[in-house]
Nanobody, 125 residues
């Protein structure tokens, strides 16, 4: 069993920054692809960013490219998501997810096996 726990959400003004962190427990977490998704009220859960098992490849939604950066520390089993230049439309619950088999697919929720409970990010205008 893998447990995924997010932290770092909060309230920030537009243009500000937040840093989300994700901690995953499990013996082989370093071999998992990891992703961040977000879900605004009444909307689907959307892809935000992902990183492959080694950290060499990263992927971003167009809406966050250049503002968010995903990274991982396999020694600590953590994944970070610094978010800069935040906009009101970034407001959502952010979820961290782990994919047991890094098959090269990162953009859809069905590609992930374990999910955290989510952390709220609110950006005020």
């Amino acid at each position: 069993q893998v447990h995924v726990v997010e932290s770092g959400g909060g309230l920030v003004q537009a243009g500000g920054s937040l840093r989300l962190s994700c901690a995953a427990s499990g013996r082989t977490c370093s071999s998992y692809a990891m992703g961040w998704f977000r879900q605004a009220p009444g909307k689907e859960r959307d892809f935000v960013a992902a990183i492959n098992w080694s950290g060499e490849s990263t992927y971003y939604a167009d809406s966050v490219k250049g503002r968010f950066t995903i990274s991982r520390d396999n020694d600590k089993n953590t994944v970070d998501l610094p978010m800069n230049s935040l906009k009101p439309e970034d407001t959502a619950v952010y979820y961290c997810a782990a994919a047991v088999r890094d098959t090269g697919g990162y953009f859809y929720t069905y590609e992930y096996d374990y999910w955290g409970q989510g952390t709220q990010v609110t950006v005020s205008s």
